[in-house]
């Protein structure tokens, strides 16, 4: 049986035969930033459904791209190389294709997700850190618990004191993370506060890491003070 493919001798040709059907650049750039486990790729990419999830997964296998281990998909060299490749389309992207975020893309759920893993909480005492995350015109609630160095959401109130709310709307949240909007210029214009002990919310700035490709971003002048109502 011939597999379906371009049909043509080119390295190029060969690589989209492996890369360029739906999802699999999204799967593999959270592979490449560090999600390794089924469930945890499923809750970063809530569009795809976990049938197609497994079938991407198989198909990386087969390509030598990621080994399982255990309940683990880890990447091979192969897949590792990967990284500047995804990573220049994302700086490519970041420069020609991406402007301001439309209503479809903004998943306060999934922003949670992705921020969560990328929380530096080495200055913070004591062996567990916990940050409200509540956004202004969204009526859902999320926590993030980072115990020992290990982090999770939460989307019911794990009963721990909280030691910082992080407060945004959605959209702005979203630019922040993705470098568009620095975090001086979303705190001065009120559109991002950091609410508990000033020893604690002075640091968040660097607690809180961004996205793998805001060094790619373009960041914006928006005043979001003129934009407030």
């Given amino acids: 049986m011939t597999t379906p493919g371009y049909g043509q001798y080119c390295p190029i040709s060969r690589a989209l035969d492996v890369l360029g059907e739906r999802w699999s ?6 592979l490449l930033v560090g999600s390794t486990r089924f469930n945890d790729l499923a809750r970063g990419l809530p ?4 049938s197609l999830l497994a079938k991407r997964l198989r198909q990386f296998e087969r390509a030598g791209l990621v080994d399982k ?3 683990e998909y880890l990447l091979t060299e192969a897949g590792l190389e990967l990284k500047p490749i995804l990573f220049g389309l994302g700086e490519w992207g970041s420069r020609w294709t991406f402007g301001d975020p439309r209503p479809e893309e903004l998943d306060p759920a999934v922003l949670v997700w992705w921020m969560h893993t990328r929380m530096d909480t080495s200055a913070f005492p004591g062996r567990r850190q916990v940050f409200a995350v509540r956004f202004a015109d969204v009526a859902h609630r999320f926590w993030i618990v980072i115990e020992a160095g290990t982090p999770s959401v939460c989307d ?10 992080i407060t945004s709307d959605v959209a702005s949240l979203y630019q922040v993370w ?6 001086a210029q979303a705190i ?11 020893a604690l919310t002075r640091r968040m700035p660097s607690v809180l890491q961004l996205s793998p490709m ?4 373009e960041p914006q002048p928006v005043d ?3 934009r407030a109502s």
């Fill in 69 to 71: 281990v255990g309940s």
């Fill in 188 to 198: 001065r214009t009120g559109r991002l506060v950091f609410s508990g002990p000033t």
């Fill in 224 to 226: 979001f003070a003129s």
């Fill in 156 to 165: 019911a109130d794990p009963g721990y004191p909280v030691d910082v709310i």
């Fill in 178 to 183: 993705l470098g568009r909007v620095s975090a």
């Fill in 47 to 50: 569009g795809l459904s976990r």
């Fill in 214 to 217: 805001a060094p790619y971003a």
């Fill in 25 to 30: 650049l999204l799967i593999l750039r959270d």
